[in-house]
Nanobody, 125 residues
Framework: QVQLVESGGGLVQVGDSLRLSCAAS????????MAWFRQAPGEERQFVAA????????FYTDSVKGRFTISRDNAKNTLYLQMNSLKSEDTAVYYC??????????????????WGQGTQVTVAS
C-alpha cells in the first residue's frame, strides 16, 4: 500500500529556514512526479512545488521561487522541500503528493493520486 509520511514542520520565525521531508513507501517513490502542496486556514489546497522522477528541474509557484527548493533522493525514497527566507504567509499545513500527472497538470491537486497526512508549518512574525 502506498504511503507518504511528512515530517519536519514546526514553529519558526520570519526569515528562518526549514526542511520538510516526505518518506515514501509501497511504490510511491516510483511515481513519475512528487509534489508539495499547502493549505492555509480557510483556503483551498495550493500547489507549491513538484519534481518529476528523472529530472532535477522543479516546478514552483511564483510566491516561493528563489526561496524554496524541491529535491528527491530516489535511493532513500524521500522527497524534500528546503524552505528559506520564510514569510508569515508561508504558514500552512504542507502536504506531500505522488502521482503521474501529465506535464500540463503538475500544479493540479486532482492529478495526484496519493497524499500524506500533512505537517504544520507556522511562521511567526
Amino acid at each position: 500500500q502506498v504511503q507518504l509520511v511528512e515530517s519536519g514542520g514546526g514553529l519558526v520565525q520570519v526569515g528562518d529556514s526549514l526542511r520538510l521531508s516526505c518518506a515514501a513507501s509501497g511504490g510511491a517513490s516510483s511515481m513519475a512526479t512528487m509534489a508539495w502542496f499547502r493549505q492555509a486556514p480557510g483556503e483551498e489546497r495550493q500547489f507549491v512545488a513538484a519534481l518529476r522522477r528523472n529530472s532535477e528541474i522543479g516546478f514552483y509557484t511564483d510566491s516561493v521561487k528563489g526561496r524554496f527548493t524541491i529535491s528527491r533522493d530516489n535511493a532513500k525514497n524521500t522527497l524534500y522541500l528546503q524552505m528559506n527566507s520564510l514569510k508569515s504567509e508561508d504558514t500552512a499545513v504542507y502536504y506531500c503528493a505522488a502521482g503521474v500527472p501529465i506535464l500540463s497538470a503538475v500544479r493540479t491537486n486532482s492529478a495526484y493520486r496519493y497524499w500524506g497526512q500533512g505537517t504544520q508549518v507556522t511562521v511567526a512574525s
